[in-house]
């Protein structure tokens, strides 16, 4: 069974900085990003990686958030600098699955970042 743990979230106060993490139980992923959900809106993607280790990075958080994988460790993070109070919000992790994992998507529980102004 795989499954995403997230964790690293917190409050934090404006201008600050949290790391997320995400690590997968099992499997392997062509693709894994951080989505986030902020409160009355819809998910939105905050960034993805792929295992060739190209990024992309939605507007609102280029120059601020770094996106990385350890394969060995089948983990994933994320660095948020320049914290915002818009960037209040939970955060998933989402992955792609490859090989005998192909055609799946995987999703973490969330994990909760505020910032405070």
């Known amino acids: 069974q795989v499954q995403l743990v997230e964790s690293g979230g917190g409050l934090v106060q404006t201008g600050g900085s949290l790391v997320l993490s995400c690590v997968a139980t099992?499997?392997?992923?062509?693709?894994m990003s951080w989505y986030r959900q902020p409160p009355g809106k819809q998910r939105e993607l905050v960034a993805s990686?792929?295992?060739?280790?190209?990024?992309h990075y939605a507007d609102f958080v280029k120059g601020r958030f770094t996106i990385s994988r350890d394969h060995a460790r089948n983990t994933m993070y994320l660095q948020m600098h320049l914290l915002k109070p818009e960037d209040t919000a939970v955060y998933f992790c989402?992955?792609?699955?490859?090989?005998?994992?192909?055609?799946?998507?995987?999703w973490g529980q969330g994990t909760q970042v505020t910032v405070s102004s």
């Open positions: 989402n992955a792609e699955g490859e090989l005998q994992y192909r055609g799946r998507t995987y």
């Open positions: 099992r499997g392997t992923f062509r693709t």
């Open positions: 990686i792929n295992s060739d280790g190209y990024s």
